[in-house]
């Protein structure tokens, strides 16, 4: 049941759960007790008296994370977190992973929790990339040794491709530009891993999460996925119930980072009522714009030229003789 009620977007299982304890949920109009309950085609599934409609398609979204959110729905510490700042009128969503409170960069965004935990695992074989600076003195040969993988403080990482993009030397240290590529993702990986080999990352950016990539996606934006991508990519982890079967994404952002779920005609204007923002005036036509305009016949037969009284006759002229072309001028020598 908290399976059936997070994937329709009504909460997270531990908060379902919360609500089946306190007798909120109710299956085909029997209040629930317990969770561990399978929900069959046609049963109707009510919470707080109001039907819970069926889920919808699964959806993916891009989102650049900012550095100084963090990625949870609720922090106990009350510091801002990614889903807060999200824009209005998307589903509810869950993060694919996590990027830290100080990392920035991509971050996707899924309403199937079931893609979700299969984009996560390792076996699913999607490498992660990221960009960090960091400050310290390492050369290439030493970053080499990570494709072996490394242990930090009884962790095993395994293999991370590391290359030194930028490097700028100074008096005391050097100031690194290093893109890493790798399959985990584990708990501040990237952090952990430069710092056993005398490096400080200073900033740090996700820039591909598997074949979704950052691009040109601006600080705080998010971007619907194409169903149409979705059908390709995700192929075999999402199923085939909730495979998306339309072209073109529900959510079109905007270019300060918003967005605004696409609606035209009656839908867009319930919306802006229901947003409290007063109904357009009415168009004015002028008068007579429904008449239909006679256009000038420009067709059929030309008309007979009246011929003058007092106008000579036409005589018609002597036609000229032929005359062949002259054969061109001899250049002089």
Same mark, same amino acid.
């Given at each position: 049941?908290?399976?059936?009620? $997070?994937? =329709?977007? #009504?909460?997270?299982?531990?908060?379902?759960?919360?609500?089946?304890?306190?007798?909120?949920?109710?299956? %085909?109009?029997?209040?629930?007790?317990?969770? =561990?309950?399978?929900?069959?085609?046609?049963?109707?599934?009510?919470? @707080?008296?109001?039907?819970?409609?069926? &889920?919808?398609?699964?959806? !993916?979204?891009?989102?650049?994370?900012? $550095?100084?959110? #963090?990625?949870?729905?609720?922090?106990?510490?009350?510091?801002?977190? !990614?889903?807060?700042?999200?824009?209005?009128?998307?589903?509810?969503?869950?993060?694919?992973?996590?990027?830290?409170? %100080?990392?920035?960069?991509?971050?996707?965004?899924?309403?199937?929790?079931?893609?979700?935990?299969?984009?996560?695992?390792?076996?699913?074989?999607?490498?992660?990339?990221?960009?960090?600076?960091?400050?310290?003195?390492?050369?290439?040969?030493?970053?080499?040794?990570?494709?072996?993988?490394?242990?930090?403080?009884? #962790?095993?990482?395994?293999?991370?491709?590391?290359?030194?993009?930028?490097?700028?030397?100074?008096?005391?240290?050097?100031?690194?530009?290093?893109?890493?590529?790798?399959?985990?993702?584990? %708990?501040? +990986?990237?952090?952990?891993?430069?710092?056993?080999?005398?490096?400080?990352?200073?900033?740090?950016?996700?820039?591909?999460?598997?074949?979704? =990539?950052?691009?040109?996606? @601006?600080?705080? $934006?998010? @971007?619907?996925?194409?169903?149409?991508?979705?059908? +390709?990519?995700?192929?075999?982890?999402?199923?085939? +119930?909730?495979?998306?079967?339309?072209?073109? &994404?529900?959510?079109?952002?905007?270019?300060?980072?918003?967005?605004?779920? #696409?609606?035209?005609?009656?839908?867009?204007? $319930?919306?802006?009522?229901?947003?409290?923002?007063?109904?357009?005036?009415?168009?004015?036509?002028?008068?007579?714009?429904?008449?239909?305009?006679?256009?000038?016949?420009?067709?059929? *037969?030309?008309?007979?030229?009246?011929?003058?009284?007092?106008? =000579?006759?036409?005589?018609?002229? &002597?036609?000229?003789?032929?005359?062949?072309?002259? *054969? *061109?001028?001899?250049?002089?020598?």
């Amino acid at each position: 049941m908290a399976k059936v009620l $997070a994937r =329709a977007g #009504v909460a997270s299982r531990r908060d379902v759960e919360r609500l089946i304890e306190d007798g909120k949920v109710a299956l %085909n109009g029997q209040l629930l007790t317990t969770p =561990a309950v399978t929900v069959q085609a046609g049963d109707i599934l009510t919470v @707080e008296g109001r039907v819970v409609n069926a &889920p919808e398609p699964t959806r !993916v979204f891009r989102y650049h994370k900012p $550095a100084g959110l #963090v990625t949870s729905h609720n922090d106990p510490q009350g510091r801002p977190t !990614v889903f807060d700042a999200l824009p209005a009128g998307l589903p509810r969503l869950i993060s694919v992973g996590r990027l830290d409170l %100080n990392s920035e960069g991509l971050l996707l965004l899924t309403n199937d929790g079931g893609l979700s935990r299969a984009l996560e695992l390792p076996s699913s074989g999607w490498p992660r990339r990221y960009r960090a600076r960091a400050w310290g003195r390492i050369d290439q040969a030493r970053l080499d040794t990570l494709k072996d993988g490394i242990s930090v403080e009884g #962790v095993r990482y395994g293999s991370i491709e590391a290359r030194i993009d930028k490097s700028r030397d100074g008096p005391t240290g050097a100031n690194l530009w290093i893109t890493l590529t790798l399959a985990e993702g584990k %708990n501040r +990986e990237v952090r952990r891993v430069l710092e056993a080999l005398g490096l400080t990352v200073n900033r740090l950016i996700r820039l591909a999460y598997g074949p979704f =990539a950052l691009g040109a996606l @601006e600080l705080g $934006a998010v @971007e619907e996925v194409g169903p149409r991508v979705i059908r +390709e990519q995700l192929a075999g982890l999402v199923a085939p +119930e909730n495979m998306p079967q339309t072209d073109r &994404p529900l959510f079109r952002a905007s270019p300060h980072g918003g967005g605004r779920r #696409v609606a035209t005609g009656k839908a867009l204007a $319930a919306e802006r009522i229901a947003a409290g923002e007063p109904p357009p005036p009415p168009k004015t036509y002028k008068p007579g714009w429904a008449r239909p305009k006679i256009k000038p016949q420009t067709g059929g *037969p030309p008309r007979a030229r009246k011929a003058k009284p007092d106008a =000579a006759p036409l005589v018609a002229r &002597p036609s000229r003789p032929f005359r062949p072309a002259r *054969p *061109p001028k001899r250049p002089k020598p």
